[in-house]
């Protein structure tokens, strides 16, 4: 795994934490909620793309 990636994981950690803190503090928790989960669902779909070529790799050097 590239140490980019994992800047780019924490930057939107940062960004989505930030964002909802000004939404819970304006008054719109519900907002706040959708932008977390589409933070975790940005998140999610770059790790699960690495894994998909971890497992491609392994399935290479094995020969499976």
């Known amino acids: ?3 980019d990636m ?5 930057a939107i950690g ?6 909802n803190q000004l939404l ?3 008054g719109r928790e519900e907002q706040a ?3 977390t989960l589409a933070g975790l ?6 790790v699960v793309t690495q894994i ?3 497992f491609t790799t392994i399935k290479n050097v094995f020969g499976l």
């Open 52 to 54: 998909s070529g971890l």
């Open 24 to 26: 819970v503090r304006s």
């Open 41 to 46: 669902i940005v998140v999610l779909s770059m």
């Open 14 to 19: 940062i960004i989505v934490s930030v964002l």
């Open 6 to 10: 994992i800047f780019k994981i924490a």
């Open 33 to 35: 909620m959708l932008m």
């Open 1 to 3: 795994m590239d140490v």
